[in-house]
T-cell receptor, first 115, second 114 residues
Framework: NAGVTQTPKFRILKIGQSMTLQCTQD?????MYWYRQDPGMGLKLIYY???????DKGEVPNGYNVSRSTTEDFPLRLELAAPSQTSVYFC??????????????FGPGTRLTVT | GENVEQHPSTLSVQEGDSAVIKCTYS??????FPWYKQELGKRPQLIID?????GEKKDQRIAVTLNKTAKHFSLHITETQPEDSAVYFC?????????????FGTGTQLKVEL
């Protein structure tokens, strides 16, 4: 299994541009998450999904959108990029259901700079 | 919403000593408390977790304790080794059928010196 994969690894955007961060998992996990990690800080939840077709906002959703058309893929869309969105973005997945192991498996991250 | 505070922000220990990192949480309904280790430039990886129906859990040199009344939990690493040097994050969540929405602490940079 490749686990959780993310593309691209690095990206520089100009203010006002848009882009999509890709995330794919091959573990047949129900739950998927997007986090951002600012320098020297913990991770903050942007959006999450409990299954195909179901998404919901996390702690810091403004400026982002997501979709979940398949179990495997959970892309994050940035519209009108702003310098405040400069961060490292991590996608994660977990099996789901309260009785099962709750470990979230993280992707390698995307380092995004908006200038 | 949940708020997780983590202390200290940096911790330096000698190889072989023990290290303790402490976290407090605000939501009394939180029932899941994982600890993640993140090496420089790498992804976070789970090292241990505990649920609220358990007071302590051990895995080799790593242990986590939970005090639900005081709403705090701690990570204990014994016999530290240089490879333990990393940033450690605590987190808390309320497990429901609607996802495991983790709230993370701000991290502790652990340095194990030879």
């Amino acid at each position: 299994n490749a686990g959780v994969t993310q593309t691209p690894k690095f990206r520089i955007l100009k203010i006002g541009q848009s882009m999509t961060l890709q995330c794919t998992q091959d573990m047949n996990h129900n739950y998927m998450y997007w986090y951002r990690q600012d320098p020297g800080m913990g991770l903050k939840l942007i959006y999450y999904s409990v299954g195909a077709g179901i998404t919901d906002k996390g702690e810091v959703p403004n400026g982002y959108n997501v979709s979940r058309s398949t179990t495997e893929d959970f892309p994050l869309r940035l519209e009108l990029a702003a310098p405040s969105q400069t961060s490292v973005y991590f996608c994660a997945s977990s099996l789901g259901t309260s009785g099962s192991p709750q470990e979230q498996y993280f992707g390698p991250g995307t380092r995004l700079t908006v200038t | 919403g949940e708020n997780v505070e983590q202390h200290p922000s940096t911790l330096s220990v000698q190889e072989g000593d023990s290290a303790v990192i402490k976290c407090t949480y605000s939501d009394s309904a939180s029932n899941y408390f994982p600890w993640y280790k993140q090496e420089l430039g790498k992804r976070p990886q789970l090292i241990i977790d505990i649920r609220s129906n358990v007071g302590e859990k051990k895995d080799q040199r790593i242990a986590v304790t939970l005090n639900k009344t005081a709403k705090h939990f701690s990570l204990h690493i014994t016999e530290t080794q240089p490879e333990d040097s990393a940033v450690y994050f605590c987190a808390a969540s309320r497990l429901t059928g609607g996802g495991n929405k983790l709230t993370f602490g701000t991290g502790t940079q652990l340095k194990v010196e030879l």
